[in-house]
């Protein structure tokens, strides 16, 4: 029966109504795959060539400074005698002879220091230390920034205004000072306590490294701290915890369980940048001479010693100087690189 060319009436052709094709669903979907909020924030920093080279860059010092001096035949204290100032690659006469002889004798990749110690191997030893410092530092921070900025937030009130000016308080508190302080005030009582079983690792330190520990507890947190504010003042207007409010959930567990969890993105990101600046103050302080005891090395402390001889043995200085730069900047671009993975505003 043909059809009206004026007519309104549907064709009810069954050619026309048939299923539709996967190619033909599939062309419809203008929405991306559902992926998770780390999945996709990884997915967008292995797009970071920079950040990937930093964090390559990162685990390679780290593999130099734990695990090669486990298998190094050189110990950071050990004094090679006729071995003084050593150029890089460079032996002692003795050690030649033992050459010419048949022998075989470890190079000393670095040379030696004045007083005959491998530098290489010190160069480890200081590079772990100033790790340890910068990631001791950071566990410190964490377990106190966070926290306090999340309950300042959530209280609000005078609650917020008197936990923050207490922040401001401490910020302006200079932290070389209060380290020069503590070292004095605390060198009697930690001496005290190295005596004691179990606590003798405070002498190899030395207790101008604790005094660091305590200002970082002390002072460092305040940064993260205000950032964990400005992102739970964010967070706690959102339904679910306003749902939970209305549940009954504890305070507690709604800090810990709700505001928190949804700000690992940004603690992972003020973790990463805050490494460096406590290796940083570590090195600086270590080159003043308030750092780790001797003999431990540190490279700050390192670059100090390597500084009386900058004409003649100019290595001993620009290598832990530039060990320094190098950890400082790859951590600075891994930050750079996460911040802008996990960041919402970047995503396109």
């Known amino acids: 029966m043909a059809k009206n060319p004026i007519s309104f009436q549907m064709d009810l052709d069954p050619a026309d109504f048939l299923p539709a094709t996967e190619e033909e669903k599939q062309s419809q979907v203008i929405m991306r795959d559902s992926i998770s909020f780390w999945k996709d924030g990884f997915r967008r920093l292995r797009k970071n060539k920079v950040a990937m080279v930093s964090l390559a860059v990162i685990i390679i010092i780290m593999i130099f400074a734990f695990i090669v001096p486990q ?11 006729g071995a003084n100032n050593l150029a890089p690659m460079q032996f002692s006469a003795a050690e030649q002879a033992i050459i010419d002889a048949g022998g075989s004798v470890f190079p000393h990749f670095f040379g030696t220091d004045s007083m005959g110690r491998d530098y290489a191997i010190r160069i ?40 923050m000016r207490i922040v401001d308080i401490i910020y ?28 003798t690792w405070i002498q190899t330190v030395g207790t101008n490294m604790i005094s660091i520990f305590i200002v970082f507890a002390l002072l460092y947190w305040v940064n993260m701290a205000r950032m964990v504010r400005s992102q739970v003042l964010t967070i706690k207007q959102s339904d679910y915890v306003t749902a939970a409010r209305a549940l009954g959930v504890k305070t507690s567990t709604i800090i810990r369980k709700h505001l928190m969890t949804n700000c690992i993105g940004t603690l992972i990101v003020c973790a990463t940048l805050q490494i460096p600046s406590a290796i940083f103050t570590e090195s600086f302080l270590s080159f003043l001479g308030l750092g780790v005891a001797v003999p431990l090395p540190s490279l700050g402390s390192l670059a100090s010693a390597g500084l009386n001889g900058l004409y003649t043995y100019p290595y001993l200085l620009f290598i832990p100087a530039a060990v320094i730069s190098l950890i400082i900047l790859s951590f600075n671009l891994l930050g750079d690189g996460l911040r802008d993975a996990f960041d919402p505003k970047m995503k396109k």
């Open 71 to 81: 298998f190094y035949p050189y110990s950071y204290d050990m004094q090679i005698k």
């Open 124 to 163: 480890m030893v200081g590079t772990q230390i100033s790790l340890l410092v910068g990631l001791i530092a950071t566990a410190i921070i964490l377990c106190i920034g966070p926290l306090y900025g999340a309950i300042a937030a959530y209280a609000g009130g005078w609650v917020d205004l008197l936990m």
């Open 172 to 199: 302006t508190i200079p932290d070389v000072l209060l380290i020069i302080l503590l070292s004095f005030a605390l060198d009697g009582p930690l001496k005290a306590l190295a005596t004691v079983p179990g606590f």
